[in-house]
């Protein structure tokens, strides 16, 4: 089977390899050096010529002469690597020049990556564009895999919101159904029915959440972090008023938390995720839930533990996978996306999260939000 260079070579003619000289019968020496399947030579006799052909041909690599009229080889290597179109053309030297380490230093810092010198040895110049040639065909092949994968991330999200689409259509459809048969039947005292008609409406809403959730994490894989002034203090406590966990459970912030430089609406949404798990699913008559926030080196660690259920350690990695909840399916209110989309936002942005827990001991979650 085919590697996908290979393939990438099959597929294109080959590489363009600009020759450059004041001398012609140097650039037919060379050529006929060189000569090999798959390689198309151009060739210039000047610097200026140089830089024109290499702005109208798909020039792969250059071999330069260094000492010309007019334009030497170095000011020419200059432009290459100063124009975003060109700077990734190999350049190899092919000079003269006396071998002393400041007049290679010159033009590894113009840009060449080699150099070969006059009178030129013939295996060694053969061998080393051969290598060069080879870098070529796989940083080609590296760009076009890197298309194919951004056209398929493409598809790909135009499928999620195609299907999302379609599907909701026919769930609000259900929806409304429900309704209006439980409407009707507001007067009737079949329970039954009206139990039926409850799971079928709990179900579509769920289902609907759900579809909700997948193009949420479809976006926070494509988000932009904005960096703001937060207000530690204040910023938690209004994430904290926003849940509003019941009186028997009580949340305790950090004091003297300080004032730190991050996106807020993502770091809300985690926030928001963890401290609102923490109380949904505490199942202590007096429930308890910690914030707190440790400065480390490169990056802030948030902590949020409680004192509920726990998590068998079995089930630690399962959380953070989409769909995946360890509530009943009947739980509208667990899709089993949210932490997945905290997950993506928190490594999105260079950070980790960890949990720590035990059934029966509580739950603590830690993540890094990178500063």
């Known amino acids: 089977m085919k590697s996908h260079m290979e393939n990438f070579m099959v597929e294109n003619t080959g590489i363009h390899i600009l ?5 012609k019968e140097n650039l037919l020496a060379l050529e006929d050096l060189l000569e090999k399947e798959g390689r198309i030579f151009h060739k210039a006799q000047s610097g200026n010529e140089a830089l024109k052909m290499v702005l109208n041909k798909p020039i792969g690599m ?3 002469d260094v000492q010309m009229p007019d334009m030497d080889g170095f000011e020419v290597a200059k432009y290459l690597k100063s124009n975003p179109k060109t700077k990734d053309i190999a350049i190899i030297f092919v000079t003269a020049i006396s071998k002393e380490k400041k007049y290679a230093l010159k033009g590894f810092d113009e840009g060449a990556v080699d150099y070969l010198y006059k009178p030129l040895d013939t295996n060694i110049t053969r061998a080393k564009v051969n290598v060069f040639e080879t870098l070529y065909y796989q940083q080609q092949a590296l760009k076009s895999s ?3 994968i951004a ?6 999200d135009d499928f999620v919101h195609i299907v999302s689409h379609d599907l909701k259509t026919p769930l609000n459809g259900i929806l409304g159904l429900v309704e209006w048969v439980q409407e009707d039947l507001d007067g009737y005292d079949n329970e039954t029915v009206k ?3 409850e799971h079928i409406r709990r179900s579509a809403e769920n289902l609907s959440s759900m579809i909700t959730g997948v193009l949420e994490y479809s976006k926070s894989s494509k988000i932009t972090y904005k960096r703001d002034d937060i207000d530690l203090d204040s910023f938690i406590s209004d994430i904290i008023k926003l849940i509003l966990p019941p009186a028997h459970i009580r949340v305790e912030l950090q004091a ?3 004032v730190i430089k991050g996106d807020h609406i993502k770091l809300q949404q985690v926030l928001q995720n963890f401290i609102g798990n923490a109380v949904k699913y505490n199942d202590k008559a007096e429930g308890l ?4 926030m440790e400065e480390k080196p490169n990056c802030y660690e948030f902590t949020i ?3 509920g259920p726990g998590i068998d350690p079995k089930n630690h990695q399962r959380i953070f996978q989409l769909f995946q909840t360890l509530n009943p399916i009947s739980d509208i209110d667990s899709t089993g996306v949210g932490l997945t989309i905290v997950k993506s936002i928190v490594e999105n942005q260079g950070g980790k999260i960890h949990v720590d827990s035990e059934l029966g001991k509580g739950a603590s979650f830690t993540f890094q939000w990178m500063k």
């Open 305 to 307: 533990s409680d004192n």
């Open 151 to 156: 056209q398929m991330n493409k598809q790909l």
């Open 256 to 258: 003297g938390l300080p």
């Open 146 to 148: 890197l298309q194919q």
């Open 19 to 23: 020759l450059v000289d004041d001398k």
């Open 195 to 197: 139990e039926n008609l």
């Open 62 to 64: 250059v071999l330069l």
């Open 289 to 292: 839930v910690k914030i707190s």
